[in-house]
């Protein structure tokens, strides 16, 4: 069993996920929050606004940012799953992640709680995605068969399934969670991780 600061390789392509068994499917995507690096919780809100060189190979977001990434991303997925299960002929629009990171989205600080900082924000995002996740864990346990094979279009992407959209938002935590990892062990200065 992995710790959790334990590097991982990245995660197979989103197609290749798409080809586990529904069953093995729900139950890789029911880990998705598991997956982030805790310690970034021990990190002060100067290591977590951390941005990065291109050059680090590890990605450019702070921490935060990235965490709020995911959060956002989490909510954006869940939206569509459960559109795509209700609706025909949905039509899923572009995601541009910048724009939201640009326009101040992920600053979040908590007020009032005695915790205002950056800390207490990417609690606020891991908690997002745990409670998501396992609402729609019971809910993916309980579709019919027919409902894994409905499509919808991306505007960008194209044509996906439903199980092809579960295995992309599966994808997502686990693709960034890899370079999270990176990130804190460079922060921590571990040169072991750097390129």
């Not at 894994?148 to 295995?167: C, I, N, P, T």
Request: glycine residues 6%; proline residues 4%.
């Amino acid at each position: 069993m992995e710790t959790d600061h334990v590097m991982r390789e990245p995660t197979p392509h989103f197609d290749e996920l798409a080809q586990l068994s529904n069953r093995d499917l729900i139950d890789r995507f029911a880990i998705g929050v598991e997956r982030i690096d805790k310690r970034v919780f021990e990190f002060d809100d100067e290591m977590l606004d951390t941005a990065f060189l291109e050059s680090a190979g590890v990605g450019k977001w702070p921490a935060r940012v990235l965490i709020g990434h995911l959060a956002e991303c989490e909510v954006l997925n869940t939206y569509r799953l459960r559109r795509l299960a209700a609706e025909d002929g949905v039509v899923f629009d572009g995601f541009e992640p910048d724009s939201y990171i640009d326009n101040g989205l992920y600053n979040l600080k908590p007020q009032g709680s005695g915790e205002e900082s950056a800390r207490a924000a990417c609690g606020a995002f891991v908690a997002t995605i745990h409670t998501l996740r396992a609402w729609n864990r019971d809910w993916l346990n309980s579709i019919p068969e027919t409902t894994w094979e409905r499509k919808g279009m991306h505007a960008v992407r194209g044509e996906f399934s439903f199980k092809r959209l579960l295995a992309l938002s599966t994808w997502h935590i686990e693709y960034h969670a890899y370079f999270l990892t990176k990130k804190v062990e460079l922060l921590l200065g571990n040169t072991a991780t750097q390129p």
